[in-house]
């Protein structure tokens, strides 16, 4: 059964600082997506990763993805508050396996 | 930009009531899907539809739910009986091959 893991769960940062989100899953896959949510609302498509070391960049957002490792991850650059959300991995293998979602609150 | 939309935005029911959630995907999409999110959580798969079939469900997806694409725009989910535990956020997704776009949701409540 594949499981898809995300950490942190929670993320408090201040605006203007790094950080990283990282997405890890049990069996093969070469299709991954990160999408935000608000609270309340739907899931919006952020990023979509079809092959190994495949990169996307959106703004102060940018995703990779590493097949070999089982690893993607989803890397802010000096956060703004407008940032503050879930943000959930989800592999692809025909239907999506979500991971825990990551709340990420930014502090002014 | 062509999106998925959902009705009812929210539904009430009680317990043991039969409901049906109704989905518009995009129009040239193939691929059909239906998820939850119980408050809090994480979002889980219920069913996957392509070419007038199931193609994939859940565990979830018991003999108490069903789907249908009554036409040629509708999808809809129906939860025969439902229970508490049925109360949830419903996600209606749709997709040409990958990267499913999802709506805006039902949030079912089961009193």
């Known amino acids: 059964e594949l499981k898809v893991e995300q950490n942190p769960l929670f993320l408090s940062m201040q605006e203007g600082k790094n950080y990283t989100i990282y997405c890890n899953y049990s069996?093969?896959?070469?299709?991954l997506y990160w999408y935000r949510q608000d609270p309340g609302k739907s899931l919006e498509s952020l990023f979509v990763?079809?092959?190994?070391?495949a990169v996307k960049q959106e703004g102060r957002l940018m995703a990779s993805l590493d097949t070999k490792a089982r690893l993607s991850t989803l890397h802010i650059t000096a956060a703004v508050h407008d940032l503050s959300a879930t943000y959930f991995c989800?592999?692809?293998?025909?239907?999506?396996?979500f991971g825990t979602g990551t709340r990420l609150t930014i502090i002014p | 930009e062509p999106e998925v939309t959902q009705t009812p935005s929210h539904q009430v029911t009680q317990m043991g009531q039969e409901v049906i959630l109704r989905c518009v995907p995009i129009?040239?999409?193939?691929?059909f899907y239906w998820y939850r999110q119980i408050l809090g959580q994480k979002v889980e798969f219920l069913v996957s539809?392509?070419?007038?079939?199931?193609?994939?469900k859940s565990e979830i997806f018991d003999d108490q739910f069903s789907v249908e694409r009554p036409d040629g725009s509708n999808f809809t989910l129906k939860i025969r009986s439902t229970k508490l535990e049925d109360s949830a956020m419903y996600f209606c997704?749709?997709?040409?091959?990958?990267?499913?776009?999802f709506g805006p949701g039902t949030r079912l409540t089961v009193l």
């Open positions: 129009s040239n999409h193939l691929y």
């Open positions: 997704a749709s997709s040409e091959e990958t990267r499913p776009f």
């Open positions: 539809f392509y070419n007038n079939e199931i193609s994939e």
């Open positions: 989800a592999v692809d293998k025909g239907k999506l396996t």
């Open positions: 069996t093969t896959s070469d299709r």
């Open positions: 990763l079809l092959s190994n070391g």
